[in-house]
């Protein structure tokens, strides 16, 4: 019964396209994440949402544009996909803004934009 | 700013022996947490262990135990008895964000390889 799920898990696309990654948690937590990991490992936040609201908005394009219908989803949408946006994208999720005790992550969206 | 050191990109182990996987921080928040993570090949990210700043006692989670300095700014990761299966990516991690909205800061990662 996997706590937080993202979907796909992989993504092959080309330069321009629109492409969507989802995600969803079953644990109840009130705050979900997108994280990005770059090609030497580094892990950096992107979004954040408490309760579908956004609560942090790092210095991301705003090609990219996160949306949450319900407190258990929070969905990745990017536009006109580029080279540099091939990465792994994790969602996670925490019982409260900062995660307190831990964050569970997904498994990742390896994306690949060729 | 907050921020995360790990300066050793890659340590080896010889199975069933200890290792120290070493995290700085810097932070001017009272309050804050740091967290391990590990990072198998198949990209999962796993929780190992959490110590906050007013945690008097080192966090232990079974062969992981977290040797919190303060004063050094230093929350080291030790594996005792180290398994093939501990080869893998760590990652040291801060929750930051002072009384604003908090978040998670990552270090660059340590390489752990475990060998026969």
């Known amino acids: 019964d996997t706590a937080v799920s993202q979907t796909p898990k992989y993504l092959v696309t080309q330069m321009g396209n629109d492409k969507s990654i989802k995600c969803e948690q079953n644990l109840g937590h009130d705050t979900m994440y997108w994280y990005k990991q770059d090609s030497k490992k580094f892990l950096k936040i992107m979004f954040s949402y408490n309760n579908k609201e956004l609560i942090i908005n790092e210095t991301v394009p705003n090609r990219f544009s996160p949306k949450s219908p319900d407190k258990a989803h929070l969905n990745l949408h990017i536009n006109s996909l580029e080279l540099g946006d091939s990465a792994v994208y994790f969602c996670?999720?925490?019982?409260?803004?900062?995660?307190?005790?831990?964050?569970?992550f997904g498994s990742g969206t390896r994306l690949t934009v060729v | 700013a907050q921020k995360i050191t790990q300066t050793q990109p890659g340590m080896f182990v010889q199975e069933k022996e200890a290792v120290t996987l070493d995290c700085t921080y810097d932070t001017s928040d009272p309050s804050y947490g740091l967290f391990w993570y590990k990072q198998p090949s198949s990209g999962e990210m796993i929780f190992l262990i959490y110590?906050?700043?007013?945690?008097?006692q080192n966090a232990t989670e079974g062969r992981y135990s977290l040797n919190f300095q303060k004063a050094r700014k230093s929350a080291n990761l030790v594996i005792s008895a180290s398994q093939l299966g501990d080869s893998a990516m760590y990652f040291c991690?801060?929750?930051?964000?002072?009384?604003?909205?908090?978040?998670?800061?990552f270090g660059t990662g340590t390489r752990l390889l475990v060998s026969p």
């Open positions: 996670a999720s925490s019982q409260e803004p900062g995660g307190g005790y831990g964050y569970t």
């Open positions: 110590q906050g700043s007013y945690d008097q």
């Open positions: 991690a801060m929750r930051a964000g002072g009384t604003g909205f908090q978040k998670l800061v």
